[in-house]
Antibody, heavy 126, light 112 residues
Framework: EVHLLESGGGLVQPGGSLRLSCAAS????????MSWVRQAPGKGPEWVST????????DYADSVKGRFTISRDNSKNTLYLQMNSLRDEDTAAYYC???????????????????WGQGTLVTVSS | QSALTQPASVSGSPGQSITISCTGT?????????VSWYQQHPGKAPKLMIY???NRPSGVSNRFSGSKSGNTASLTISGLQAEDEGDYYC????????????FGGGTKVTVL
């Protein structure tokens, strides 16, 4: 059974930093792209970032490019999101999601997210 | 403002069928068969219900079905049950360069 468990969220002041983690189990972690998707209160989800199965290729939404860094440690089956220069508008629940690409490769445009974690809440406020 | 447009709410009585629409453009919904649907209960993680317009993951009830016509995709829930109450989001691949695709703003389904 696939299981994804996020941690690391909390209250942070504007301009501050947080590091989110996502522990994965139940599948061959290194074979799949992994993504972070966030959801602001009362809003629809928003894709944030994706990393390839090997960890060598990444992509980001324009809204976080240059401030957030996605990474993974395949030896620990763990996904990370380093968030710097946080803004009020980054307040959201952050979900890690196992990602299925259009052609089934371990990186590429996402067709759908087949498993999601329960989320970790990030609140940016002074 | 979400890229894909969904009705804010849809309701129905137990046993009835309801349909949720998801309208995009030729750059996303209309141009490709990569529409997915997610169910979310309050405080819970989204759950994949439909992928690639019409496909149901293993374990998802066959009461859920997906379709598409032009720039609008639809999720139909037949034989509505109390456990179907929750929020539903559509998502689509987009040719605009957003790797993770675009989402709708969500539809709250209420079972009367």
């Amino acid at each position: 059974e696939v299981h994804l468990l996020e941690s690391g969220g909390g209250l942070v002041q504007p301009g501050g930093s947080l590091r989110l983690s996502c522990a994965a189990s139940g599948f061959t972690f290194s074979s799949y792209a992994m993504s972070w998707v966030r959801q602001a209160p009362g809003k629809g989800p928003e894709w944030v970032s994706t990393v390839s199965g090997s960890g060598g290729t990444t992509d980001y939404a324009d809204s976080v490019k240059g401030r957030f860094t996605i990474s993974r440690d395949n030896s620990k089956n763990t996904l990370y999101l380093q968030m710097n220069s946080l803004r009020d508008e980054d307040t959201a629940a952050y979900y890690c999601a196992k990602s299925i690409t259009l052609y089934g490769y371990s990186y590429g445009s996402i067709s759908y997210f087949d498993y999601w974690g329960q989320g970790t809440l990030v609140t940016v406020s002074s | 403002q979400s890229a894909l447009t969904q009705p804010a709410s849809v309701s129905g009585s137990p046993g009835q069928s309801i349909t949720i629409s998801c309208t995009g453009t030729s750059s996303d919904v209309g141009g490709y068969n990569y529409v997915s649907w997610y169910q979310q209960h309050p405080g819970k993680a989204p759950k994949l219900m439909i992928y690639e317009v019409t496909n149901r993951p293993s374990g998802v009830s066959n009461r859920f079905s997906g379709s598409k016509s032009g720039n609008t995709a639809s999720l139909t829930i037949s034989g509505l049950q109390a456990e179907d109450e929750g929020d539903y989001y559509c998502s689509s691949y987009t040719s605009t360069g957003i790797l993770g695709g675009v989402f709708g703003g969500g539809t709250k389904v209420t079972v009367l």
